[in-house]
């Protein structure tokens, strides 16, 4: 049982947990994961550490509202429980002086790369974040970004917040204008799709962090393996970050969408279970 | 070792002189205990079990069992024991059956067997004790029926609501700590726990019981059954604490710093093996690892739980093992109309328990044997519809003396399949050794240890089961987790 100690609501749909995990909170470094089960009926879902307080023992998951986990989540208040924790999991992003880093967050993925965005700064990086989201409501933690960022650039699907337009815009500008030597980026499948494109076209090495479908998170059931560089790899044991250029995107795309019926459904059940309480 | 051995048989030749066991011997002729046959297995109709998760073998009556066990004729050399991995005093506990002592048969069996429920269901009897059974190797009949037997005392036990619990030493105030809570770990536990130690089971996942949870499916080891040996555990002072990845949420040296002596890594075998031929990463194909996950330990197939399952109509398991054979028919009782096993090799060749292979066919499942995958065809959405096989046979002997599958060429076929599910085996859990880089590992990637001790190359950490064999059944990772306790005691008290 690991309770919850803090929350901020950052829209609608995307909110902070702080939950006591004194353990995780103290080994858990950049680009780790944990799988949280909320209760007894509960999935196992993979969520990336946003953030952690070794002193108060807690750790951050900024988490969105997508399906029916993700909304038992978001509904718990402080002083409720998660009933099971299990981290940190995953290989930690691997954090030197590069010179000049490109870190690049969609949407949610703002939380994930948060974390990585400090450990580049406190390596000695120039660090100039791209963050983007569909609207200014879903555009999360800027903040803390610019805490850590020589520069940040905004964008919106929209307009409704910064600048319009689509992350690959923000990223080509910065490409134009000076040498990046690392690019880290994170988000939906969709946007680290197009986003991989534009780095491998400008030979910029990056890495993209995946959260694919899991069950355990220890590398026994495979249910999250993606085809990176012709291989097939396990992003909970081998990952969650690899070679942005090698990973074969519309596979995970396609792998992501496996269960989408079984979760719409399960989606509606929730919805109006919620409703007639 | 030879020392325990010739301490064995002196205890085993003891405990058959005791006044009862002489009595009953001679309470009937050896010539009227042959001339019964074995009892036959109940079992639930195959098309009922089918659909539903009941326990397929519904276990012996008093009766049966007290019948069955006047068959053994109590054998001044009983072989049967030297087949078991834990050492059962298995004619012992027989006896105490035939004398309508039942409690005393469980305690029989608890002496050296932390999950004798557990055993008498999914142990291969067939190729251990029974197969050294005084009927089977000199009358060439049909061995008593232990296995039976031993699930008939442990029952028994269980549902009397009069559990023992073995005797635990006074405390010796040691700390030693289990990482990973399936047979090895269990049964290291319990013998540590009677030695007097502080035991710590670290379990990954949310749930005790590694493997007999998430891996072996209701209908063949019911949770509960389980559950019930852990208690037992538990009120012998086992800690369990789950959510804990050693490696991971805590290093050993931060163990060892809060004060534990003693590691004995039981994490079994972790990463699902895949073909790596083209299509395999389709939707829809899974190995067997999630697909029992997600129905065991998840609970997929139950009404109100969030983990979904695939649900495939046409489902295909690749594999012939006892996993291939618990997903088959899992997939069945998920609703699947036709449910087929793709296997390599001939059914003679089969890894998988002859009982198992013998109630899937019951229930319907359909064997494609000397055929093989070679791609998978998916349709627009990226869902596999179609499995290409080639088909096989057999060439020499391999290295395990097997006759070994070779490729038919211009043979390939197509069928249709919506759900494929992998079963060929997995690869040992690679969390222990990336963590622990002095740790030696094998060419397999499984933990060396010292054959006699289960030592590894660090001292203060000991291995078994499937981390150290790779794959292999409950009984020998119980074996080893016995083995286990037994040199780290050893250990630990020399280091004092």
């Known amino acids: 049982m690991n309770k919850i100690v803090g929350k901020k609501i950052f829209s609608e749909n995307v909110v902070g947990l702080d939950i006591e995990a004194p353990r995780i909170a103290k080994a858990r470094k950049a680009g780790h994961f944990v799988i949280v089960r909320v209760d007894e009926k509960g999935e196992r879902i993979p969520l990336t550490i946003s953030s952690a307080d070794s002193v108060k023992g807690t750790i951050t998951l900024v988490i969105q509202k997508v399906g029916v986990s993700s909304r038992k989540l978001t509904s718990l208040e402080p002083g409720d429980t998660v009933l099971d924790i299990v981290g940190p999991l995953g290989q930690a992003t691997h954090v030197e002086n590069f010179g000049t880093v490109l870190a690049c967050g969609g949407g949610v993925g703002v939380a994930p790369l948060l974390p990585i965005v400090e450990a580049m700064k406190k390596a000695g990086n120039k660090v100039i974040s791209v963050i983007a989201a569909r609207n200014k409501e879903l555009l999360i933690l800027e903040d803390q970004i610019r805490e850590y960022s020589d520069e940040v650039i905004v964008l919106t699907d929209d307009g409704s917040y910064g600048r319009k337009g689509l992350i690959t815009e923000g990223m080509e500008e910065v490409i134009a204008r000076e040498k990046i030597d690392h690019a880290v980026i994170i988000g939906p499948g969709i946007m680290m799709k197009f986003a991989s494109m534009v780095t491998k076209k400008h030979n910029i090495p990056s890495i993209a962090s995946l959260n694919t479908i899991m069950v355990d998170g220890t590398g026994m059931c495979g249910a999250c393996r993606v085809t990176v560089g012709g291989r097939t790899r396990f992003v909970c044991v081998d990952g969650p970050e690899f070679d942005a250029a090698e990973v074969d995107f519309d596979e995970m795309l396609m792998r992501l969408n496996g269960y989408k019926a079984e979760e719409l459904k399960a989606a509606e059940e929730y919805s109006c279970k919620v409703a007639n309480k | ?496």
């Open chain 2, 1 to 496: 070792m030879a020392n325990i051995n010739t301490d064995r048989t002196e205890y085993l030749k003891q405990e058959r002189s005791a006044p009862w066991r002489e009595e009953l011997r001679k309470s009937k002729k050896n010539k009227e205990r042959t001339d019964i046959h074995r009892v036959e297995m109940p079992s639930a109709p195959p098309m009922e079990r089918a659909r539903s998760y009941v326990e397929v073998n519904m276990g012996l009556t008093v009766e049966e069992a007290v019948v069955e066990a006047s068959r053994c004729i109590d054998c001044p050399d009983p072989t049967c024991v030297q087949g078991c991995p834990v050492g059962v005093n298995i004619p012992k506990f027989i006896k105490n059956i035939e004398r309508g002592e039942f409690l005393e048969a469980a305690k029989t069996l608890k002496d050296t067997n932390t999950l004798p429920a557990v055993c008498g269901r999914v142990c291969p009897q067939e190729k251990q004790c029974e197969s050294n059974c005084f009927y089977k190797i000199k009358m060439n009949r049909e061995p008593v029926a232990i296995g039976y037997l031993e699930r008939f005392a442990a029952d028994y036990e269980q549902n009397s609501g009069n559990i023992s619990v073995p005797e635990v030493a006074p405390s010796n105030g040691r700390k030693v700590a289990v990482i990973g809570s399936g047979p090895a770990g269990l049964a290291f536990a319990g013998d540590m726990a009677k030695l007097g130690y502080e035991v710590h089971i670290l379990e990954a996942l949310h749930e005790i019981g590694g493997v007999l949870k998430y891996g072996i499916p209701e209908f063949r080891l019911p949770n509960k059954v389980v559950d019930v040996e852990i208690e037992n555990l538990r009120k012998m002072g086992v800690k369990f604490e789950t959510n804990f990845i050693v490696g991971k949420t805590a290093t050993i040296d931060d163990l060892r710093e809060e004060g534990f002596e003693g590691f004995f890594v039981a994490s079994g075998a972790g990463l699902p093996r895949f073909m790596n031929i083209p299509g395999e990463n389709l939707v829809g194909i899974l190995s067997s690892n999630e697909y029992l996950t997600r129905v065991n330990l998840m609970g997929a197939s139950r009404s109100g739980m969030d983990t979904p399952v695939v649900k495939g109509k046409r489902v295909v398991v690749v594999g012939g093992g006892n996993t291939a054979m618990d997903s088959v028919r899992t997939a069945l009782r998920l609703g699947a109309e036709k449910a087929t096993i793709v296997y390599r090799r001939s059914l003679e060749e089969m890894p998988a328990r002859v009982e198992e292979v013998k109630h899937a066919m019951e229930e319907g499942v359909e064997f494609l044997t000397l055929c093989n995958p070679v791609e998978y065809i998916g349709n627009e959405n990226g869902r596999v519809k179609q499995v290409r096989l080639q088909k096989m046979e057999l060439g020499e002997p391999d290295a395990d003396g097997r006759r070994s599958p070779v490729v038919v060429e211009g043979s390939e076929f197509l069928i249709d399949a919506d759900t494929v599910v992998v079963s060929i085996g997995v690869s040992p859990n690679p969390l222990i050794p990336q963590s622990l880089p002095n740790l030696k590992v094998t060419r397999w990637k499984t933990l060396d240890v010292d054959p006699d001790t289960l030592q590894t190359s660090i001292p203060d950490i000991f291995a078994g089961g499937d981390i150290v064999r790779g794959g292999a059944t409950v009984i020998l990772a119980m074996g080893d987790g016995r083995k286990a306790a037994a040199s780290m005691h050893e250990y630990l008290q020399n280091k004092q």
